[in-house]
């Protein structure tokens, strides 16, 4: 399941200024219903869409806004129909759904809330058909309509004769309309426009837009025995800031349309005509200044959808337009040029930061500084996000080539002014080269990948630098893509599972805490290394979903061993940044609570070099986790890590236990260590310990607990739960 509050947003700084006043009744209601469960359907962008379990767009934007002033969480329910948002809805699997228009069918099983997103409907026609200002003109026609869309009934009781075509997607629609199947097809303006410029429907135009069903209101739509829900959003809608929804519209409302028609004018006039040959040459002018003015908005229609909003550059479409040509060209005359894809290092921590008009200001300032960088020969391109993507022409050796990367990597080099703040980012570089990287058989994308396989190596290199492609990355780009698939159905299939590994009490020979350790049994590889797939993991977030399996894993585990040897035995976590930057441990302290476990989460150091590491670890000690730093001496090893953060124990590397002996400089380490952590009320577990020696070692040195082989191997749980009964008889 996908919270709002956990998965897809970054959490509420606070919940004291920005809070909506319910009532004490509003108050219990919410804590008597504990988390709110809205169904979201399909693709829909600009409005919304879940993309890799994250939900987006413009309705995630206000969701994100109203979870921050609830109590409760707002659970999602995606659907693959608009019909089965509204089965569920009936069901009641789900308690409200949002962007819903209000109609009399629905009104039988829903109330609604105030509406929050208005959208003209307009329909979309092929580029040659003739401007469309009235409905009754197109009774004939056969126009498509998505069906259980609220203006589908609101065009069936105006217009009963209007031959409406129901489809599943906007997609579907659009495509039937290129196609010939259908006349036109009924949509969201907005919608509209992000979907012919997201798929490429050249052909496509948005014809007209209609005074007689001009918008759409949306709201929210409750279940009618929760109607409670209805006044409470209300006072969140209530609350939306101007400047709010500004930035929503400005973030997503990529086309902008403004026709004006003026028809009962012109009829006027042609009645007149009858009478006065004036009148005849009056609407002529009018008509052909009405042509005038589809001609300009056509015209600004194209150049949104074939440039960027912000940067006013070519966006992805026209840049494959561009590099089609430039092929079409080596055809005749052969050309010689290079790719390069330029991913801005430390982008999004400003954008998290700082907020998205800070991003989108900089961004504009990126632009200009990368556009000094480049000759006039060359031509820069914004694919999107932080990435943006430059053609170097009449490349005669690689000595021009890195010229041109190399004056890139040098114009970000000086800081930003934003606000009188100075930002500081640098760019990875990913270069191809055509004719040598490319085959004639290959299709046109196969050069951006190239690209983007070189950039990735720049980022895995230490960023700040450029990479040539090679032919080899092809080959890993594959082994990481199967990996990355074989990933996702891996944990659908429950191949993950923990290895426990006991950590015993130096100082009473008894084992009190135990280190969770994740294994890949995979049913096509294999056991597979942590160290081939956590990285992975870590890239595509499915560490999130993992994580919460393994933490639910855990706890069972030690419910287990308490019910067998009626004790208590800790269980260690190891945790990723990307579990801390996405809010994925939230709702873990309610679990440790609810089922009375001992659980400890180990960090390495460079976690903690992130700054909103701090304040979260201090919230899960505070809710009772113990906290581990681990592979202590190796990282950065900083000691006023240790007085700001909130540290219970630190782990030992196992490279100092190694090579461990009198008189030896891993034996100093480990006293300076231990003794520094015991002033500061820390515990100290040496890692590795795999002879007896080291055990008698480490105890003159008055270390805490000891883990390692010479104790046990990490295990499955049910050997894992024997070796603990049997340790403790």
Known sequence: ??????????????????????????????????????????????????????????????????????????????????????????????????????????????????????IPLVVVTTQEKFFVSRLSTLADKPLGVIRGYSYVELLKDRY?????????????????????????????????????QEHGFTNLKINGQFDELSQIELGIGVRQELNSLVPIFNKLIAQITTEQRNRINNSWRRVKFDITESYTRILLILSIAVVVISSILLWLYQTRRHSKQLERNEKIIWRQAHYDFLTQLPNRRLFQDRLGQLLLTHQRTPQRFALFLIDLDGFKEVNDSMGHDVGDELLKKVTQRLLSALRESDSLARLGGDEFVAIINNVKDRQIVESVAKNILDVLTDPFKMDDTPIFISASLGITLFPSDYDEHFKLSQLLKNADQAMYAAKQQGKNQFHYFTENMNKEALFRLELSNDLRTAIDKNEFSLYYQPILNINNNKIEKAEALVRWHSEKRGLVSPDSFIPLLEETRLITKLGDALFFEAIECAKSIEKSIQKKIEISLNISPVQFKFEALKKWPIQIKEHNVKLAIEVTESILMESYISEDLATLRSKGFTISLDDFGVGYSSLSYLRQFPIDCLKIDRSFIQGLDYESDEYYLCEAITNMAHHLRLKVVAEGVETEKQLYLLNDLNVDFIQGYFIAKPMPKAEFLEFIKQHSS
């Open 1 to 118: 399941m996908l919270f709002l509050g956990l998965t897809d947003y970054p959490a509420a700084a606070t919940q004291t200024d920005n809070s909506v006043q319910l009532t004490a009744d509003e108050q219990a209601f919410l804590q008597r219903l504990r988390k709110i469960r809205l169904c979201v359907g399909p693709d829909t962008l600009p409005l919304e869409s879940i993309e890799d379990g994250i939900h987006t767009g413009m309705n995630a934007e206000y969701m994100r806004i109203f979870q921050q002033k609830l109590d409760i969480p707002i659970e999602l329910q995606p659907t693959n129909t608009w019909d089965e948002s509204m089965k569920k809805i009936r069901s009641g699997e789900c308690n409200i759904i949002s962007l819903a228009g209000k109609t009399p069918d629905r009104e039988e099983f829903l109330d609604f809330t105030d509406s929050y997103i208005s």
């Open 160 to 196: 009963p004769n209007i031959n409406l075509i129901q489809v599943d997607s906007r997609l579907e629609g659009l495509q039937k309309v290129n196609q010939g199947k259908l006349y036109g097809f009924f949509s969201g303006l907005h919608l509209a426009g992000y979907a012919i």
